[in-house]
């Protein structure tokens, strides 16, 4: 069974797993959460596959409206809790879109 993260939007996360290797180890911030009960979803001007397990997945923020991918959950860990500081930090210099 895979973690629940409990995720929301605008939480950041760091990508533990990825087919592409030079993204393992970024953060990431969460666009959408949604679980996954459909086979496309169609968001920011793609069409994402759904993941076959039916885990949960997410939107995620890469840096920029061109880098948002389709994530499952259990491939994100949470940058929460004792990270709180450093993800206020990063939201407040952050510009909003």
């Known amino acids: 069974m895979s973690p629940n993260h409990q995720f929301k939007p605008g939480d950041l996360a760091l990508v533990i797993n990825c087919g592409e290797e030079e ?12 679980l996954d009960d459909q086979k496309e979803y169609q ?24 880098d948002v991918w389709f994530f499952s959950q259990k491939n994100l860990m949470p940058l929460r809790d004792d990270f709180a500081p450093e993800q206020q930090k990063a939201k407040e210099a952050e510009p909003c879109a």
Not at 23 to 34: A, H, N, Q, S, Y
Request: net charge negative.
């Open 23 to 34: 993204r393992i180890g970024r953060t990431v911030e969460v666009l959408e959460v949604l």
């Open 43 to 66: 968001a920011y001007g793609f069409t994402h596959e759904g993941h076959a397990d039916g885990s949960a997945s997410a939107f995620v923020d890469f840096g920029g409206a061109d």
